[in-house]
């Protein structure tokens, strides 16, 4: 396993007992050996001499991806929009059908930042304070507006922590990619199936498909990192346990949610961006 993977892994195995503790490559020289011409006839230019490996094979061109590549141009592609209905946060889904090139570790961080504080993330976090009041889901925070405050920052923290332990610091360790490839294609219980697979496997940074340390192991950190700054009753083993199932569970209606929102987009709210 590569030595940034083992870090990874140290790390949730470090944090998930807290709660027990806390209840263009140059162009080629051209020749110089060239017969003389008469000064007054220019010399023919030689062409261009293919790179060679030190064996003097001609070296293949190593292919990259400087932008949105179309994987298929006999297949349709869905296109994702940032925000879902205008509120929720999609700046993570990636057109169906494209290739996109690996995410550096300041690209994974900004893509974290933009998640957590873009106004729909507060709108988001302020509907899930008013809900956790509105049932007294917590009763050691109170309520009234003090009880508001109290689920609201706390909530805050949660998605916080959780988006960037899961889009930029467990992916900058073990070279994962943090998006989510819409499949779009093979009917719906197939893409549906794909939308919650990516909960447990994800692309890394080669374009390979791995096991998803990033997702997993982060909802396990943020699971953990709550302990911290809830109330005394919510910590402990069993409410991490619950809470990382939750977060799990969240992501897995997420993907699916994105999978199927360029089809919403384009059936139910007409909006076609062809």
Do not use: C
């Not at 909802?219 to 302990?227: I, P, V, Y």
């Amino acid at each position: 396993m590569p030595q940034a993977k083992q870090i990874a892994l140290i790390l949730i195995a470090l944090l998930s007992p807290l709660p027990f503790f806390s209840q263009i490559n140059p162009a080629p020289a051209q020749s110089t050996n060239q017969t003389q011409k008469p000064a007054t006839v220019a010399p023919a230019p030689s062409p261009p001499q293919p790179e060679t490996s030190q064996t003097g094979l001609p070296q293949a061109p190593t292919p990259a991806i400087s932008g949105p590549t179309i994987i298929n141009k006999d297949l349709p592609v869905l296109k994702q929009s940032p925000r879902i209905a205008g509120v929720l946060p999609n700046f993570t889904a990636v057109n169906s059908n494209t290739l996109l090139p690996p995410l550096t570790t300041h690209q994974k961080f900004v893509l974290a930042m933009h998640d957590s504080i873009d106004y729909s993330s507060f709108l988001l976090v302020g509907a899930l304070a008013a809900k956790g009041l509105q049932s007294n889901a917590t009763p050691q925070l109170g309520t009234g507006a003090a009880g508001f405050g109290r689920y609201y920052w706390r909530e805050f923290t949660d998605q916080v922590s959780g988006t960037f332990f899961t889009e930029a610091i467990l992916p900058t360790l073990t070279r994962e990619d943090p998006r989510y490839y819409t499949y779009g294609k093979d009917g719906f219980f197939q893409r549906a199936f794909y939308a919650i697979s990516r909960t447990v496997i994800t692309k890394n940074d080669a374009g390979g498909e791995e096991f998803n340390i990033s997702e997993i192991g982060g909802n396990a950190a943020e699971a953990t990192l709550s302990n911290f700054y809830y109330p005394s009753q919510e910590r402990g083993f069993d409410k991490t346990a619950k809470n990382f199932a939750t977060q799990t569970a969240i992501t897995a209606g997420s993907n699916v949610l994105k999978e199927f929102w360029p089809d919403i987009r384009k059936n139910v709210f007409r909006i076609n961006d062809n």
